[in-house]
Structure formats: C-alpha cells, structure tokens
C-alpha cells in the first residue's frame, strides 16, 4: 500500500515539475514548431504515372490488355464500340475499355460454363451459364445508373456554384475551374477532361459536346448545348446559367415527387407478403385455437 502512494505521488510531482516548465517554454516550443513547419519540406518521390494507380487498378488494366490482345480478333467491331460508348458513361471503371470488358465477360462466361460442366447437371449448367453471361452486363448497368444517379444528384449545386462564380466577376472558364475544384463527384471529373482538352487547344463547344456524349445524360446535354448556342449567340452566360440552374432545380424536384409517388407501390409487396400474414396470425389465431378446441 505504501509503495502505491509513494509511486502515485512520484507521478504527480512529475507531472506537475513537467507542465511548470511546459507553460514556462511554451511560446519557445510553439515557435520553433512553426519554423519546423514552413522550412521542412517533405521530400516526393517521383513515381511514374502507371505506378500512381491503384495495385487493383494495375493488375486489371495489364492482364485485359494482354488478354484482349490475344481476343481481338474474335471481338466483333460493333459490339466493342457499344461497349465501349457504355464503358464511357460509366467512367471506364478499372480502366476497361470495350477490348477488355468483352474479354473479361467471355472468360467469365467460360468458366461459368466450365463449372456447369463439373456439376454434371444440365439444368445447373444451364442457369450457371446463363449467370456468367449476364452478370457482368448487369454489374455494368448498376455502375451506369449509380454514376447517372450521382451525377443528377449534384447538376443543380454544380450550376448554383457557377452561376454565383460568373455573377460574381469570374470568366465562364475560371469559374468551371474554381467549382471543378470546389466540387467533387463524377460531374466534376469529366468537366476537368473538358478543361483540359480546352487547355490543349481544342475549342470549348467541341469538349463540352464531347464531355456530354460521354455522360449520356439529358440534362448535361441540354446545358452544354445551351452553353454552346449562347456563345454562338453572343448571349450572356451568367443568364443562361441562373435558368439552367432553376430548370435543373426544378427537374429535381419532379424526379423526387415521382420517386415518392412511385413509394407506396414498391411498398405493397412487402406489405402483402411479410406483414399482412402476420397480422392475420395474431388477429385470427386465438379465435381459431378456440374453434379447434370447440371441434
């Protein structure tokens, strides 16, 4: 007992002997931090751009390549290029391109197969086959609609910021700049490729018409092409950028009625199926325990 209190009272003096020369050096230890802080740089490590991708990202992207160099042949050309347009608007997620989804899809495809011919059962090979084939289709489809969703999510904020930007003095390109960098998201994404094949020289109706064709959205087509018919116009962008914003607000707002409409009817499934009976059960089942006991 005597050894707890002696080593509890060796800690606080400790501590107290610490903190008083802590509060006496304080303003010394706070600067010296500070000039740690702006002349200590932090030396990068250049790495090439291959390497600045993901381990996942990297792995993919070679073994397709070298897959689909093997395949490429065997691809038929209009079905690369609807996959290929279909990767485009899902923002070519892994790196794929039309080549090395359809190789990836087709060796799915053969192993699925594979697997059914193991299972010695022709339905079972049947249904893992059919799997094999549409899952991939599928796994691309929710990728589409999820990136659509996104991109609809945030069009109405992405127009709010510019329309304030360009009102507030900014040109129409510095201000799409400002918000790409003050606005992340998939939308952001693929107006910084706009901007850069701007500051590449190509000119801005050609990225915007290009950036649209790659999103394949209704609404990015009707800003871009009303962005593009009043620099052709000589309209004033700021106006044309508070409509779109309204409009784009507007549209919003009448896609989450629809969705909420739509809501009480995805809801009567469940209803019927999982509540409804049990309802019925705690209702009617004393009265028919009773009527069984009467019988």
């Given amino acids: ?5 002696i080593s509890l009272l060796a800690i606080m003096v400790t501590s ?11 303003e010394q230890i706070i600067t010296r931090e500070r000039l740690v802080a702006y ?33 490429k042949r065997l691809i038929p050309k209009n079905e ?17 391109n039309g080549d090395s989804y359809l190789v990836l899809k087709y060796v799915i495809f053969t192993i699925a197969v ?8 022709m339905l079972h090979l049947l249904l893992i086959a059919a799997a094999g084939l549409l899952l991939p289709d599928l796994w691309l489809k929710s990728v589409v609609n999820r990136r659509e969703d996104e ?45 850069q094949e701007m500051g590449m020289g190509k000119p801005r109706r050609e990225a915007l018409k290009d950036m649209s064709e790659r999103l394949n959205i209704d609404e990015v087509t009707i800003f871009t092409t009303a962005i593009i018919q009043a620099e052709q116009l000589g309209v004033s962008i700021g106006n044309v950028l508070e409509i779109q914003s309204r409009q784009a607000r507007e549209t ?19 209803l019927v199926v999982f509540i409804f009976p049990v309802i019925f059960i705690i209702l009617l089942g004393p009265a028919f325990i009773n009527i069984m006991e009467t019988l």
């Fill in 1 to 5: 007992m005597e050894l707890v209190i």
């Fill in 16 to 26: 107290f002997i610490l903190g008083y020369l802590y509060n006496i050096n304080r």
């Fill in 39 to 71: 002349t200590v740089k932090e030396e990068k490590i250049y790495l090439p751009p291959e390497l600045q991708l993901g381990f996942r990202t990297r792995v993919i992207s070679r073994t397709m390549d070298t897959l689909s160099g093997i395949f």
């Fill in 80 to 96: 690369k290029d609807a996959y290929n347009a279909r990767l485009r608007t899902a923002g070519n997620p892994y790196g794929l």
């Fill in 114 to 121: 594979v697997v059914g011919i193991l299972s010695r059962n």
């Fill in 151 to 195: 991109v609809l999510k945030g069009l109405p904020n992405f127009l709010d910021l510019l329309s304030i930007s360009v009102q507030a003095g900014l040109g129409f390109d510095a201000a799409l700049q400002k918000v790409v960098e003050k606005h992340p998201g998939p939308l952001s994404v693929e107006f910084s490729k706009a901007i």
């Fill in 252 to 270: 919003r707002r009448m896609q989450a009625e629809e969705k909420a409409m739509k809501a009480p009817i995805k809801m009567l499934i469940p």
